[in-house]
């Protein structure tokens, strides 16, 4: 099983619109997590961390649900700028911080 | 703050040859840096972990004598990929971790290799 798991989609959402994104880890010890955005043939850059209590940075809002391993991120009203990969991103916690990541969920917004 | 800059950020190179990839922490102090590959469509595959002034610890998988990382300052790391050939052709990425950061990770910019 991996690590981190995600629907790849694609996601096609017109401009306003609400999304959701889903992820699943598979170590219950993970500590910390986090979501990123990777655009196309770029690095990826820190979107939010995601905290027990959730937590909301303007449009976007991020879970997590330790008892069931999942994280999520939801968008709100939909911008064209949003059109990217998220990655899910967890760490277990360890001494030198190693991040596993997701295959990653892409996300295109017409307009 | 927490910029990683990358260099080259692209480079052609021919088969048999070397090449070798910078990564500098622009504004902090990085203890531990990482070395990813990623592939079209893939994710990022992690492929060492190099702590200031200590051996990189190598992913399964990765020949550490191809892949030769170098963590020299607080503030840069080196990948030299050794006789390079087509398969090694990939866009690598590092990202750095802070003293005080608990454990996000910034990313360099990245280098796209294509051995020809």
């Known amino acids: 099983r991996k690590e981190v798991e995600q629907d790849p989609g694609p996601f096609n959402v017109p401009e306003g619109a609400t999304v959701a994104f889903n992820c699943t880890y598979s170590?219950?010890?993970?500590?910390?997590f986090f979501w990123y955005r990777q655009d196309c043939r770029k690095e990826p850059k820190l979107l939010m961390s995601?905290?027990?209590s959730g937590n909301e940075d303007g449009r976007f809002t991020a879970q997590l649900n330790r008892a069931s391993q999942y994280i999520s991120l939801l968008i709100r009203d939909s911008k064209l700028s949003d059109s990217a990969t998220y990655l899910c991103?967890?760490?277990?916690?360890?001494?030198?911080?190693?991040?596993?990541f997701g295959r990653g969920t892409q996300l295109t917004v017409w307009p | 703050g927490a910029v990683v800059s990358q260099h080259p950020s692209r480079v052609i190179c021919k088969s048999g040859t070397s090449v070798k990839i910078e990564c500098r922490s622009l504004?902090?102090?990085?203890?531990?840096m990482f070395w990813y590959r990623q592939f079209p469509k893939q994710s990022l595959m992690l492929m060492a972990t190099s702590n200031e002034g200590s051996k990189a610890t190598y992913e399964q998988g990765v020949e550490k004598d191809k892949f030769l990382i170098n963590h020299a300052s607080l503030t840069l790391s080196t990948l030299t990929v050794t006789s390079a050939h087509p398969e090694d052709s990939s866009f690598y990425i590092c990202?750095?971790?802070?003293?005080?950061?608990?454990?996000?990770?910034?990313f360099g910019p990245g280098t796209r290799l294509t051995v020809t």
């Open positions: 995601v905290y027990s």
């Open positions: 504004d902090f102090q990085a203890t531990t």
């Open positions: 991103v967890v760490n277990r916690g360890s001494t030198l911080g190693r991040l596993y």
């Open positions: 170590n219950s010890a993970s500590q910390s």
């Open positions: 990202s750095a971790r802070g003293r005080d950061e608990r454990w996000e990770q910034y």
